[in-house]
């Protein structure tokens, strides 16, 4: 997903809004991680010396969960304005964990094909790019 999001990022904050994404671990590790994936748009924090995480139910005592938050600032301050809950609903029979799908590109353009997602696939940081199906060929304007 943060694929997706680091293309949006510089539109959205372009646009005035601030986006950051934030990790329960040192900035040097996650700063590291962005880099191997190439992420160069979006901003990251972390949250390892402190409470935020759990503070806005990103955190559980087994990890991290995928909570989006917003917040808005208002004349008297910064306030939370809203978060997600769909990691905390149970999922649908057959249907995979969607706590962010709303935002997430990946499962939504899989979302509009007759097919839908494909019965356990799993989004990983690399493919096996020979394993994957022949694509049509690429149309060209000449």
Do not use: C
């Not at 590790?29 to 880099?35: D, G, I, Q, V």
């Not at 979006?42 to 949250?47: C, E, I, K």
């Not at 356990?120 to 690399?126: L, N, T």
Request: aromatic share 10%; net charge negative; charged share 25%.
């Amino acid at each position: 997903m943060i694929d997706s999001l680091d293309g949006a990022a510089e539109h959205v904050e372009a646009a005035g809004f601030n986006f950051v994404i934030v990790a329960n671990t040192s900035i040097d590790r996650l700063m590291a991680f962005a880099r191997d994936r190439g992420w160069t748009h979006a901003r990251f924090v972390s949250s390892a010396n402190n409470t935020f995480k759990r503070d806005y139910h990103g955190a559980t005592k087994g990890g991290q969960e995928p909570v989006t938050t917003v917040f808005h600032r208002y004349p008297d301050g910064i306030r939370h304005f809203w978060s997600s809950e769909m990691v905390y609903a149970k999922s649908d029979p057959r249907q995979d964990h969607r706590g962010n799908g709303l935002m997430d590109t990946i499962w939504n353009l899989m979302d509009l094909t007759p097919e839908g997602r494909p019965a356990g696939f799993k989004i990983q940081p690399q493919y096996d790019t020979a394993a994957a199906p022949e694509r049509a060929p690429t149309l060209s304007p000449h």
